[in-house]
């Protein structure tokens, strides 16, 4: 990969995007990770405003330390960059507390971590309005394209993706030669949303470069049948993935009403 060009390139693009659509600059949820940290620094190279948000919700002490080192040194480099602490964690407690009881809890885990990332959504598109401010996605190919590793109407609720048409170790070189802190390159990948340090790899069963050699195969009309052992492990971890979450890769289905009905 060029990386350089590529950087070029997207930052060219955003800057466009938003010059064409008149608006004034980015809005940014900083999490930690390597996404969200080269999405951010590519839009603070476009040099129109950047507002990067925090919105811890009982998140770990590591994530939000990450997240504070890398916001610090973006404002160091780019004049451009504001930063917006939100502490949703109140919020989400009493969303919760409105909530009717289960019986069960671990019943409403996945819900109640959906919950959190349509939460930040939500807040991101508020200071997106009050500012005139694209909400800019954080997500990469593989999440987004892949196995649909991400919240719909939450972290997929964006008006752009930046670095969607990367895979995740893209994304890693493209962090590398932009500065991003080692400890963010580093970190295990992990979604955030469970208020522990389960990674992504943990929930998927996959590292990412595995799972980005399985959607290569797949593109190339492999089957199952064509491997063994963790090769095969990890297609048909990728496949079921990519099968249960095409609902979040698809336009949205409309009911066609006949013209003989209307």
Not at 209 to 228: H, I, V
Request: glycine share 8%.
């Amino acid at each position: 990969m060029q990386t350089e060009k590529v950087i070029e390139h997207i930052v060219n693009w955003l800057k466009d995007y938003a010059t064409n659509a008149k608006m004034n600059g980015f809005v940014v949820g900083v999490s930690g990770g390597i996404d969200s940290a080269v999405t951010s620094t590519l839009c603070a190279r476009t040099g129109l405003d950047l507002l990067v948000l925090e919105m811890p919700i009982h998140q770990g002490k590591n994530q939000v330390t990450r997240a504070d080192r890398h916001i610090d040194w973006l404002m160091e480099n780019f004049p451009n960059v504001n930063r917006q602490p939100v502490n949703l964690s109140p919020v989400f407690d009493n969303l919760v507390a409105a909530l009717p009881d289960v019986e069960n809890e671990e019943e409403r885990f996945m819900s109640l971590a959906n919950t959190r990332a349509r939460l930040r959504m939500t807040t991101l598109y508020y200071f997106a309005a009050l500012k005139k401010y694209l909400v800019a996605g954080t997500g990469n190919k593989v999440e987004d394209f892949g196995v649909g590793f991400y919240t719909k109407y939450g972290d997929g609720g964006v008006d752009l993706s930046p670095i969607a048409d990367l895979v995740k170790t893209e994304v890693w070189e493209v962090g590398r030669v932009l500065g991003v802190n080692q400890e963010i390159i580093d970190a295990a990948p992990t979604d955030g949303l469970w208020g522990d340090n389960r990674t992504d790899e943990d929930q998927i069963g996959a590292s990412y470069p595995e799972l980005e050699w399985a959607m290569k195969m797949d593109e190339e009309g492999k089957t199952e049948d064509d491997f063994s052992d963790r090769q095969k492990e990890v297609f048909i971890i990728y496949k079921r993935f990519n099968s249960s979450n095409k609902h979040k890769m698809i336009p949205i289905p409309v009911c066609e009403i006949p013209e003989g009905l209307k």
